[in-house]
């Protein structure tokens, strides 16, 4: 079966923008969640829907936020960027959520880079 | 906030068997994972445990104690392949369901 799916896989934005990222999960799988990764802070969670609706979220301001959608489908927005908001921005699907047996299932990443 | 320490760098030879250690602080949460990353690609899953013990999967193996605050990822018979970054995961209960990696390992196989 098709594994997840990131789009775009590279962007390139300026200070003040802001960017969209989708994430299309496994099928039948109801949990999705993101990450940033950046050679400094690691891998960090930013948040987890399930079932549309947010169930988990890490300490990222409020520009960075997200939704799903009623086909699992995920989608990440950050506004008004910042030069550190370059990073490599992940996703990955669970069929019951984080709690789960631990296995996720990621995404290629987005590589979002801020001039 | 909790974290979880692994040493940065492990370089070992084909073949042989390397030891990747992940510590941390306070107890209570689901279980470890550990994941592998070649080259800032996608992460994939190696193994978990919800249990203290052994977990064997292939040329892989991955042991938790918690009474230890501790865990670890065996690699035998290693192969050039393996050499990529691996990251250890936890779930803790009182983290309000954020997932916490470890920083990594960068596994250096040499011929």
Same mark, same amino acid.
């Given at each position: 079966k098709a594994g997840v799916t990131q789009t775009p896989r590279y962007l390139i934005k300026t200070r003040g923008q802001q960017v969209t990222l989708s994430c299309s999960p496994i099928s039948g799988h109801r949990s999705v969640s993101w990450y940033q990764q950046t050679p400094g802070q690691g891998l960090q969670f930013l948040f987890e829907y399930f079932s549309e609706t947010q169930r988990n979220k890490g300490?990222?301001?409020?520009?960075f936020s997200g939704r799903q959608f009623s086909n699992s489908r995920s989608e990440m927005n950050v506004s008004?960027?910042?030069?550190?908001?370059?990073a490599l921005y992940l996703c990955a699907s669970s069929l019951?959520?984080?709690?789960?047996?631990?296995e996720l299932f990621f995404g290629e990443g987005s590589r979002l880079t801020v001039l | 906030g909790q974290s979880l320490e692994q040493p940065s760098e492990v370089t070992a030879v084909e073949g042989a068997i390397v030891q990747i250690n992940c510590t941390y602080q306070t107890s209570g949460f689901y279980g470890l994972s550990w994941y592998q990353q070649h080259d800032g690609g996608a992460p994939t899953f190696l193994s978990y445990n919800a249990l203290d013990g052994l977990e064997e999967t292939g040329r892989f193996s991955s042991f938790l104690s918690r009474s230890d605050s501790y865990g670890y990822l065996l690699l035998q018979e290693? /192969?050039?392949?393996?050499?990529a970054s691996y990251f250890c995961a936890v779930l803790f209960y009182? /983290?309000?369901g954020k997932l916490i990696f470890g920083q990594g390992t960068e596994l250096s196989v040499k011929p």
């Open positions: 300490n990222f301001p409020g520009r008004t960027l910042e030069l550190g908001d370059s019951f959520g984080l709690a789960d047996t631990g | 290693l /192969q050039m392949k393996d050499s009182n /983290q309000g």
